[in-house]
């Protein structure tokens, strides 16, 4: 049996770590060859195929970003489509492939696994916003990246009176936010799954600038203010057509500056968020994860992929993990705006 891997989609701190586990327990257990395709569906239709052995993935757990690169690459497009695709695989004898990629990479897999494909899949996301998963590999690490910055404009915050907003990654979801801006202990956190108006958020800026406190606002990159429609984007479009975001924080600080007379600085993280050494507790889970999507290849479970359940990694279908976003629950807000203001 040979297998081949790829990576799509945006990359997420752990790829790699996801990568090292599978080769090496197939490696070891199996006597199991790997292939790589390089830059995610875009190698696989293009049969652009590297060697991925022990030798390759040595020491690659700590490492971010993908040994395989990646890309926002659609298999249906172009070339591609799944006869193409199925006479790669047989062309160099590969007779089952790991996916490893966010929810546009599992639809795909799963189109293609509809279509008779051999297709295993492993979720990844540093936005977290995958469902039948707990927890995606990358978000602990983004979390950890935006705290640190958070820690850092409260510093400067503090020595001028000011108020800061930092802008995190959350396209559809405010995970990063929430978790970032707890730990952080943010004044206010606005998400995509909440629309708040300026009066509230002028109410906690003003609140906590009254107890003498630089207030920090966090806020996602698909939070909507009320009273307006959609996401801030001003950066065009992405491969899949979607409004690139990025910028609210630059639009929100004015708006607070003039409201409340306090002065205001806004910092857009970026793909800061993405980038650098994964944490432990992602290198973990992805090795694991790895491991497991290795196990599903063996027992031919295609069409399915491996997620988190609490501290066990389960497999389940890729529909259970499609179609519907895991947000923030309402109360999981309603918990953390206890302390906002
Ligand atoms: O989906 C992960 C994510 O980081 C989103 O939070 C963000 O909107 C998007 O990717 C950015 O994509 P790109 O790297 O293509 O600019």
Known sequence: MRI??????GDAPGLNAVIRGAVLKGDKLHGQQFVGFRNGWKGLVESDIVPLGRHEVKGIAKQGGTILGTSRTNPFEGNGGPDRIREILAENEIDSLIAIGGEGTLAAARRLTDEGLPIVGVPKTIDNDISATDYTFGFDTAVQIATDAMDRLRTTGDAHGRCMIAEVMGRHVGWIAMHSGMAAGAHAILIPEQRTTMEQITEWVTSAHDRGRSPLVVVAEGFILDGTNDP????GLDAFGRPRLGGIGETLAPAIEAATGIETRATTLGHIQRGGTPT??????ATRLG???LDLAMQKQWGC??????????????ADALGKLKTVPQERYDEAAVLFG
């Open 4 to 9: 081949g891997i790829l990576t799509s989609g």
């Open 232 to 235: 801030h984007s001003e950066r």
């Open 280 to 285: 432990s507790y992602d290198r973990v889970l």
């Open 291 to 293: 491991m497991a999507v």
């Open 305 to 318: 992929m491996v997620a988190l359940r609490g501290t066990e990694i389960v497999q389940v279908p890729f």
